[in-house]
Protein backbone atom coordinates (compact mmCIF):
# COMPACT_ATOMS: atom_id res chain seq x y z
CA UNK A 1 0.00 0.00 0.00
CA UNK A 2 1.35 3.73 -1.01
CA UNK A 3 1.17 6.22 1.21
CA UNK A 4 -2.12 8.51 1.46
CA UNK A 5 -2.90 11.65 -0.46
CA UNK A 6 -3.95 14.64 1.24
CA UNK A 7 -6.85 16.66 -0.52
CA UNK A 8 -6.85 20.42 0.91
CA UNK A 9 -10.73 21.26 0.26
CA UNK A 10 -11.64 18.01 -0.29
CA UNK A 11 -15.40 18.52 0.86
CA UNK A 12 -15.96 21.32 -2.16
CA UNK A 13 -17.34 20.68 -5.51
CA UNK A 14 -14.39 19.20 -7.56
CA UNK A 15 -12.45 17.97 -4.34
CA UNK A 16 -15.56 15.64 -3.14
CA UNK A 17 -15.42 14.29 -7.09
CA UNK A 18 -11.90 13.93 -6.73
CA UNK A 19 -12.12 11.81 -3.36
CA UNK A 20 -13.98 9.41 -4.69
CA UNK A 21 -11.71 8.49 -7.96
CA UNK A 22 -8.84 8.92 -5.98
CA UNK A 23 -10.65 5.44 -3.77
CA UNK A 24 -11.82 3.82 -6.81
CA UNK A 25 -8.33 4.05 -7.68
CA UNK A 26 -7.08 2.62 -4.87
CA UNK A 27 -5.62 5.37 -2.98
CA UNK A 28 -6.20 6.32 0.30
CA UNK A 29 -7.36 9.65 1.36
CA UNK A 30 -7.26 12.68 3.97
CA UNK A 31 -8.98 15.55 3.51
CA UNK A 32 -8.82 18.67 4.93
CA UNK A 33 -11.32 21.59 4.50
CA UNK A 34 -12.24 24.67 7.20
CA UNK A 35 -16.14 23.81 5.62
CA UNK A 36 -16.48 27.29 4.44
CA UNK A 37 -18.10 26.55 1.10
CA UNK A 38 -19.06 22.91 1.69
CA UNK A 39 -20.80 20.69 4.66
CA UNK A 40 -19.57 17.90 6.23
CA UNK A 41 -22.90 15.26 4.91
CA UNK A 42 -20.56 15.41 1.70
CA UNK A 43 -18.49 12.51 3.43
CA UNK A 44 -21.56 10.41 3.50
CA UNK A 45 -22.51 10.78 -0.51
CA UNK A 46 -18.52 9.93 -0.67
CA UNK A 47 -18.94 6.73 1.64
CA UNK A 48 -22.28 6.31 -0.35
CA UNK A 49 -20.45 5.86 -3.83
CA UNK A 50 -17.50 4.41 -2.67
CA UNK A 51 -18.24 2.33 0.61
CA UNK A 52 -14.90 4.13 2.30
CA UNK A 53 -15.66 7.50 4.76
CA UNK A 54 -12.46 9.03 4.52
CA UNK A 55 -10.42 10.67 7.05
CA UNK A 56 -11.48 14.52 7.89
CA UNK A 57 -9.66 16.92 9.69
CA UNK A 58 -11.64 20.77 9.80
CA UNK A 59 -8.66 22.96 9.67
CA UNK A 60 -8.04 26.18 8.01
CA UNK A 61 -5.09 26.38 6.15
CA UNK A 62 -4.64 30.09 7.12
CA UNK A 63 -3.83 28.63 10.52
CA UNK A 64 -0.14 28.00 10.20
CA UNK A 65 -0.29 26.56 14.03
CA UNK A 66 -3.04 23.73 13.53
CA UNK A 67 -1.67 22.89 10.36
CA UNK A 68 1.44 22.09 11.56
CA UNK A 69 -0.01 20.34 14.81
CA UNK A 70 -1.77 18.30 12.10
CA UNK A 71 1.75 17.24 10.11
CA UNK A 72 3.58 16.75 13.30
CA UNK A 73 4.31 13.49 13.71
CA UNK A 74 2.62 11.99 10.71
CA UNK A 75 5.01 10.27 8.00
CA UNK A 76 2.00 8.26 6.33
CA UNK A 77 0.92 11.25 3.49
CA UNK A 78 3.74 12.22 0.64
CA UNK A 79 1.48 14.11 -1.41
CA UNK A 80 -1.53 17.31 -1.71
CA UNK A 81 -3.52 18.26 -3.88
CA UNK A 82 -4.37 21.54 -3.01
CA UNK A 83 -8.20 22.59 -3.69
CA UNK A 84 -9.09 24.63 -0.91
CA UNK A 85 -9.44 28.67 -2.22
CA UNK A 86 -12.22 31.29 -2.69
CA UNK A 87 -13.46 30.81 -6.06
CA UNK A 88 -16.12 33.84 -7.00
CA UNK A 89 -14.69 35.94 -9.76
CA UNK A 90 -17.13 38.74 -9.05
CA UNK A 91 -16.98 38.39 -4.80
CA UNK A 92 -12.96 38.61 -5.53
CA UNK A 93 -13.60 42.28 -7.15
CA UNK A 94 -15.04 43.69 -4.02
CA UNK A 95 -13.26 41.63 -1.52
CA UNK A 96 -9.86 41.55 -2.83
CA UNK A 97 -7.85 41.53 0.36
CA UNK A 98 -10.01 38.65 1.61
CA UNK A 99 -9.12 36.63 -1.50
CA UNK A 100 -5.42 37.38 -1.60
CA UNK A 101 -5.08 36.19 2.34
CA UNK A 102 -7.07 33.25 1.94
CA UNK A 103 -5.90 31.82 -1.46
CA UNK A 104 -2.00 32.98 -1.14
CA UNK A 105 -1.67 32.01 2.70
CA UNK A 106 -3.21 28.89 2.51
CA UNK A 107 -0.40 27.75 -0.14
CA UNK A 108 1.63 29.75 1.68
CA UNK A 109 1.67 28.00 4.85
CA UNK A 110 0.93 24.17 2.74
CA UNK A 111 4.41 24.97 0.76
CA UNK A 112 5.76 25.97 4.03
CA UNK A 113 4.83 22.59 6.09
CA UNK A 114 5.40 20.13 3.04
CA UNK A 115 9.03 21.63 3.34
CA UNK A 116 9.24 21.28 6.84
CA UNK A 117 7.71 17.45 6.88
CA UNK A 118 9.26 15.94 4.02
CA UNK A 119 6.34 15.96 1.54
CA UNK A 120 6.81 15.96 -2.22
CA UNK A 121 4.14 15.85 -4.54
CA UNK A 122 1.71 18.68 -4.87
CA UNK A 123 -1.01 19.07 -7.48
CA UNK A 124 -2.34 22.45 -7.54
CA UNK A 125 -6.07 23.88 -8.74
CA UNK A 126 -5.64 26.17 -11.35
CA UNK A 127 -7.90 28.00 -14.33
CA UNK A 128 -8.03 28.88 -17.76
CA UNK A 129 -8.50 32.89 -16.39
CA UNK A 130 -4.85 32.73 -16.50
CA UNK A 131 -4.96 33.30 -20.75
CA UNK A 132 -7.08 35.94 -20.34
CA UNK A 133 -8.72 36.48 -23.70
CA UNK A 134 -6.46 34.05 -25.67
CA UNK A 135 -5.03 35.32 -28.84
CA UNK A 136 -5.27 32.04 -30.54
CA UNK A 137 -8.21 29.27 -29.74
CA UNK A 138 -8.00 26.60 -29.00
CA UNK A 139 -5.28 27.63 -26.30
CA UNK A 140 -2.46 25.75 -25.48
CA UNK A 141 0.06 26.21 -22.61
CA UNK A 142 2.66 28.15 -24.44
CA UNK A 143 0.26 30.92 -24.66
CA UNK A 144 1.17 34.39 -22.54
CA UNK A 145 -0.34 34.29 -19.08
CA UNK A 146 -2.43 37.45 -19.51
CA UNK A 147 -2.89 40.39 -17.38
CA UNK A 148 -5.70 38.76 -14.89
CA UNK A 149 -8.93 40.44 -15.43
CA UNK A 150 -9.34 39.84 -11.18
CA UNK A 151 -7.95 39.37 -7.93
CA UNK A 152 -9.37 35.65 -8.10
CA UNK A 153 -7.73 35.15 -11.36
CA UNK A 154 -4.21 37.14 -9.75
CA UNK A 155 -4.50 34.66 -6.78
CA UNK A 156 -3.96 31.45 -9.32
CA UNK A 157 -1.47 33.09 -11.35
CA UNK A 158 0.68 33.84 -8.43
CA UNK A 159 -0.38 30.24 -6.89
CA UNK A 160 1.05 28.74 -10.09
CA UNK A 161 4.47 30.93 -9.73
CA UNK A 162 4.62 30.70 -5.99
CA UNK A 163 4.41 26.54 -7.26
CA UNK A 164 7.36 26.90 -9.82
CA UNK A 165 9.70 28.99 -7.71
CA UNK A 166 9.94 26.41 -4.75
CA UNK A 167 10.25 23.59 -7.11
CA UNK A 168 12.99 25.87 -8.96
CA UNK A 169 14.46 26.65 -5.75
CA UNK A 170 15.54 22.77 -5.50
CA UNK A 171 12.97 22.01 -2.55
CA UNK A 172 12.31 18.68 -2.64
CA UNK A 173 9.00 19.18 -4.54
CA UNK A 174 7.51 18.36 -7.22
CA UNK A 175 4.34 19.93 -8.69
CA UNK A 176 1.44 19.81 -11.42
CA UNK A 177 -0.91 22.61 -12.00
CA UNK A 178 -4.14 21.68 -13.78
CA UNK A 179 -5.72 24.91 -15.46
CA UNK A 180 -9.61 23.54 -15.49
CA UNK A 181 -11.75 25.37 -17.78
CA UNK A 182 -15.59 24.97 -16.94
CA UNK A 183 -16.07 22.23 -14.57
CA UNK A 184 -19.97 21.47 -14.55
CA UNK A 185 -22.08 18.40 -13.96
CA UNK A 186 -22.06 16.12 -10.88
CA UNK A 187 -21.37 12.30 -10.11
CA UNK A 188 -23.65 10.05 -11.85
CA UNK A 189 -24.92 8.76 -8.81
CA UNK A 190 -26.21 11.92 -7.43
CA UNK A 191 -24.98 11.46 -4.44
CA UNK A 192 -22.10 14.19 -4.36
CA UNK A 193 -22.38 17.95 -7.14
CA UNK A 194 -22.37 21.73 -6.58
CA UNK A 195 -23.94 23.34 -3.61
CA UNK A 196 -23.72 27.05 -3.94
CA UNK A 197 -24.57 29.05 -2.04
CA UNK A 198 -27.15 32.04 -2.47
CA UNK A 199 -27.42 33.16 -5.91
CA UNK A 200 -25.19 30.99 -8.70
CA UNK A 201 -22.69 32.99 -10.22
CA UNK A 202 -22.32 29.85 -13.00
CA UNK A 203 -24.08 29.01 -15.31
CA UNK A 204 -25.13 25.15 -14.97
CA UNK A 205 -26.47 25.38 -11.28
CA UNK A 206 -28.36 28.88 -12.54
CA UNK A 207 -29.69 26.72 -15.02
CA UNK A 208 -30.98 23.55 -12.93
CA UNK A 209 -32.06 26.07 -10.04
CA UNK A 210 -34.29 27.70 -13.25
CA UNK A 211 -35.68 24.17 -14.26
CA UNK A 212 -35.95 23.42 -10.39
CA UNK A 213 -38.24 26.57 -10.02
CA UNK A 214 -35.99 28.31 -7.60
CA UNK A 215 -35.26 31.08 -10.41
CA UNK A 216 -37.93 32.38 -12.40
CA UNK A 217 -35.68 32.83 -15.42
CA UNK A 218 -32.01 32.81 -16.78
CA UNK A 219 -30.21 35.92 -17.95
CA UNK A 220 -27.89 34.88 -20.63
CA UNK A 221 -25.58 38.13 -20.58
CA UNK A 222 -25.06 39.64 -24.35
CA UNK A 223 -25.81 38.12 -27.35
CA UNK A 224 -23.17 40.59 -29.44
CA UNK A 225 -20.44 38.72 -29.10
CA UNK A 226 -18.59 37.62 -32.59
CA UNK A 227 -19.55 33.63 -32.46
CA UNK A 228 -22.60 31.95 -33.94
CA UNK A 229 -25.19 32.79 -32.07
CA UNK A 230 -23.97 35.97 -30.53
CA UNK A 231 -23.41 34.38 -27.02
CA UNK A 232 -20.04 33.21 -25.61
CA UNK A 233 -18.51 30.33 -26.43
CA UNK A 234 -16.54 28.10 -23.47
CA UNK A 235 -15.26 24.87 -23.03
CA UNK A 236 -17.61 22.62 -20.62
CA UNK A 237 -16.11 19.84 -18.93
CA UNK A 238 -17.35 17.04 -16.99
CA UNK A 239 -16.73 17.08 -12.96
CA UNK A 240 -15.62 13.44 -13.25
CA UNK A 241 -13.76 13.27 -16.25
CA UNK A 242 -11.84 16.51 -14.06
CA UNK A 243 -11.32 14.45 -11.07
CA UNK A 244 -9.72 11.79 -12.96
CA UNK A 245 -7.05 14.40 -14.59
CA UNK A 246 -6.20 14.66 -10.74
CA UNK A 247 -5.11 10.92 -10.15
CA UNK A 248 -2.98 10.51 -13.25
CA UNK A 249 -1.53 13.53 -12.43
CA UNK A 250 -0.88 12.82 -8.73
CA UNK A 251 0.14 9.33 -9.90
CA UNK A 252 2.68 11.10 -12.27
CA UNK A 253 4.25 12.89 -9.66
CA UNK A 254 4.28 9.93 -6.89
CA UNK A 255 5.60 7.75 -9.80
CA UNK A 256 7.99 10.37 -10.99
CA UNK A 257 7.32 10.37 -14.25
CA UNK A 258 7.19 13.99 -14.84
CA UNK A 259 9.67 15.18 -17.03
CA UNK A 260 10.25 18.68 -15.27
CA UNK A 261 9.53 19.54 -11.53
CA UNK A 262 7.18 21.62 -12.19
CA UNK A 263 4.65 21.14 -15.53
CA UNK A 264 1.00 22.84 -16.22
CA UNK A 265 -1.86 21.32 -18.02
CA UNK A 266 -4.91 22.29 -19.74
CA UNK A 267 -8.06 20.14 -18.37
CA UNK A 268 -10.74 20.48 -20.54
CA UNK A 269 -12.61 18.56 -23.74
CA UNK A 270 -11.30 20.78 -26.78
CA UNK A 271 -14.42 21.93 -27.63
CA UNK A 272 -16.47 24.90 -27.24
CA UNK A 273 -20.42 25.44 -26.98
CA UNK A 274 -21.75 29.27 -26.97
CA UNK A 275 -24.23 29.62 -24.10
CA UNK A 276 -27.41 29.05 -26.21
CA UNK A 277 -26.05 25.52 -27.47
CA UNK A 278 -26.14 24.44 -23.04
CA UNK A 279 -29.58 26.02 -22.73
CA UNK A 280 -30.29 23.88 -26.04
CA UNK A 281 -28.31 20.21 -25.25
CA UNK A 282 -29.75 20.94 -21.29
CA UNK A 283 -33.48 21.00 -22.93
CA UNK A 284 -32.85 18.10 -25.00
CA UNK A 285 -31.14 16.18 -22.65
CA UNK A 286 -33.64 16.84 -20.36
CA UNK A 287 -36.65 17.33 -21.36
CA UNK A 288 -36.77 20.83 -19.11
CA UNK A 289 -37.67 24.08 -20.31
CA UNK A 290 -35.22 26.67 -19.71
CA UNK A 291 -37.08 30.36 -19.39
CA UNK A 292 -34.74 32.76 -20.12
CA UNK A 293 -33.62 36.69 -21.65
CA UNK A 294 -31.07 37.97 -23.53
CA UNK A 295 -29.69 40.63 -21.21
CA UNK A 296 -26.51 43.20 -21.08
CA UNK A 297 -23.04 41.50 -20.96
CA UNK A 298 -21.40 40.90 -17.69
CA UNK A 299 -18.09 43.16 -17.28
CA UNK A 300 -15.14 41.15 -17.35
CA UNK A 301 -16.59 38.01 -19.02
CA UNK A 302 -14.33 36.64 -22.41
CA UNK A 303 -15.99 36.17 -26.12
CA UNK A 304 -14.45 32.63 -26.10
CA UNK A 305 -11.74 30.45 -24.95
CA UNK A 306 -11.71 26.32 -25.24
CA UNK A 307 -8.75 24.28 -24.72
CA UNK A 308 -6.14 22.54 -26.67
CA UNK A 309 -6.07 19.21 -24.78
CA UNK A 310 -2.85 17.87 -26.82
CA UNK A 311 -0.32 17.88 -23.63
CA UNK A 312 -2.76 16.22 -21.44
CA UNK A 313 -4.00 14.21 -23.96
CA UNK A 314 -0.15 12.93 -24.29
CA UNK A 315 1.85 13.46 -21.78
CA UNK A 316 -0.86 12.53 -18.94
CA UNK A 317 -2.58 10.29 -21.21
CA UNK A 318 -6.01 11.63 -19.86
CA UNK A 319 -8.93 12.69 -22.16
CA UNK A 320 -12.26 13.55 -21.76
CA UNK A 321 -14.54 11.24 -22.57
CA UNK A 322 -18.17 12.40 -21.25
CA UNK A 323 -20.71 14.14 -23.79
CA UNK A 324 -22.38 17.75 -23.38
CA UNK A 325 -25.56 15.71 -22.64
CA UNK A 326 -25.40 13.38 -20.42
CA UNK A 327 -22.93 15.45 -18.06
CA UNK A 328 -26.13 18.13 -18.31
CA UNK A 329 -28.14 15.37 -17.08
CA UNK A 330 -26.20 14.28 -14.65
CA UNK A 331 -26.34 18.23 -13.28
CA UNK A 332 -29.99 18.12 -13.60
CA UNK A 333 -30.48 14.63 -11.30
CA UNK A 334 -28.05 15.86 -9.06
CA UNK A 335 -29.96 19.01 -8.92
CA UNK A 336 -33.26 16.96 -8.13
CA UNK A 337 -31.46 14.67 -5.40
CA UNK A 338 -30.07 17.45 -3.23
CA UNK A 339 -33.47 19.27 -2.77
CA UNK A 340 -35.25 16.48 -2.57
CA UNK A 341 -32.47 15.70 0.72
CA UNK A 342 -32.68 19.60 1.74
CA UNK A 343 -36.75 19.36 1.64
CA UNK A 344 -36.23 16.37 3.85
CA UNK A 345 -34.28 17.22 6.37
P1 LIG B 1 -15.52 24.76 -3.62
O1 LIG B 1 -15.75 26.08 -2.97
O2 LIG B 1 -16.68 23.85 -3.81
O3 LIG B 1 -14.38 23.95 -2.85
C1 LIG B 1 -13.32 24.60 -2.19
C2 LIG B 1 -13.24 24.03 -0.78
O4 LIG B 1 -12.14 24.65 -0.10
C3 LIG B 1 -14.48 24.31 0.05
O5 LIG B 1 -14.95 23.09 0.62
C4 LIG B 1 -14.01 25.28 1.12
O6 LIG B 1 -14.70 25.11 2.35
C5 LIG B 1 -12.53 24.97 1.22
N1 LIG B 1 -11.67 26.06 1.67
C6 LIG B 1 -11.61 27.32 1.19
N2 LIG B 1 -10.68 28.02 1.86
C7 LIG B 1 -10.12 27.17 2.78
C8 LIG B 1 -9.10 27.30 3.77
N3 LIG B 1 -8.47 28.46 3.97
N4 LIG B 1 -8.79 26.22 4.53
C9 LIG B 1 -9.44 25.04 4.35
N5 LIG B 1 -10.41 24.86 3.44
C10 LIG B 1 -10.75 25.92 2.66
O7 LIG B 1 -14.81 25.06 -5.03
P2 LIG B 1 -14.54 24.10 -6.28
O8 LIG B 1 -15.42 24.51 -7.39
O9 LIG B 1 -14.52 22.69 -5.85
O10 LIG B 1 -13.07 24.56 -6.66
C11 LIG B 1 -11.92 23.87 -6.19
C12 LIG B 1 -10.69 24.57 -6.71
O11 LIG B 1 -10.74 24.62 -8.14
C13 LIG B 1 -10.54 26.01 -6.25
O12 LIG B 1 -9.17 26.27 -6.03
C14 LIG B 1 -11.04 26.80 -7.43
O13 LIG B 1 -10.48 28.09 -7.47
C15 LIG B 1 -10.54 25.95 -8.58
N6 LIG B 1 -11.28 26.15 -9.83
C16 LIG B 1 -12.64 26.00 -9.84
C17 LIG B 1 -13.35 26.23 -11.02
C18 LIG B 1 -14.85 26.09 -11.05
O14 LIG B 1 -15.46 26.58 -11.99
N7 LIG B 1 -15.48 25.43 -10.08
C19 LIG B 1 -12.66 26.61 -12.20
C20 LIG B 1 -11.27 26.73 -12.15
C21 LIG B 1 -10.59 26.50 -10.97
N1 LIG C 1 -23.71 33.09 -18.03
C1 LIG C 1 -24.96 33.61 -18.34
N2 LIG C 1 -25.87 33.73 -17.33
C2 LIG C 1 -25.60 33.37 -16.04
C3 LIG C 1 -24.31 32.83 -15.75
C4 LIG C 1 -23.40 32.71 -16.78
O1 LIG C 1 -25.25 33.96 -19.48
O2 LIG C 1 -26.45 33.53 -15.16
C5 LIG C 1 -22.74 32.93 -19.13
C6 LIG C 1 -21.50 33.77 -18.94
O3 LIG C 1 -21.69 35.05 -19.48
C7 LIG C 1 -20.46 32.95 -19.69
C8 LIG C 1 -20.92 31.51 -19.50
O4 LIG C 1 -22.30 31.59 -19.14
O5 LIG C 1 -20.51 33.25 -21.05
C9 LIG C 1 -20.16 30.76 -18.43
O6 LIG C 1 -20.19 31.54 -17.24
P1 LIG C 1 -19.72 30.98 -15.83
O7 LIG C 1 -19.92 32.07 -14.82
O8 LIG C 1 -20.36 29.67 -15.56
O9 LIG C 1 -18.18 30.67 -16.05
P2 LIG C 1 -17.01 31.68 -16.47
O10 LIG C 1 -16.48 31.16 -17.76
O11 LIG C 1 -17.38 33.08 -16.40
O12 LIG C 1 -16.03 31.45 -15.23
C10 LIG C 1 -15.39 30.22 -15.04
C11 LIG C 1 -15.13 29.93 -13.56
C12 LIG C 1 -14.14 30.90 -13.00
C13 LIG C 1 -12.92 31.00 -13.86
C14 LIG C 1 -13.32 31.27 -15.29
C15 LIG C 1 -12.13 31.22 -16.20
O13 LIG C 1 -16.32 30.02 -12.80
O14 LIG C 1 -13.73 30.42 -11.72
O15 LIG C 1 -14.21 30.27 -15.74
O16 LIG C 1 -12.47 31.69 -17.46
F1 LIG C 1 -12.10 32.00 -13.43
Redesign the pocket.
Known amino acids: MGKKILV????????SHTVVELINAHHEVVI???????GISVLDGIRDITGVKPEFHQ????DKERLDAFFAGRDDIDSVIH?????AVGESAEKPLMYYH?NLN?TLNLLDAMIRHGISNIVF?????VYGEPDKLPVDEQAPVKEPSSP?GNT?QVNEQMIRFTVEAGHPIRGISLR?F??IGAHPSAKIG?APQGIPN?LLPYITQTAFGIREKLKVFGNDYDTPDGTPIRDYINVVDLSKAHVVAIERLIDQKNKKGYEFFNIGTGRGHTVLEVIQAFERATGQKINHQIVARRPGDVEKVYADTTAANQELGWKAEKTLEETLLSAWNWEKAYRQNKNEQ
Do not use: M, Q, R, V
Open positions: TGGTGYIGLDNLYNSIDLCFAAYKNSSSSCTYKYNPEN
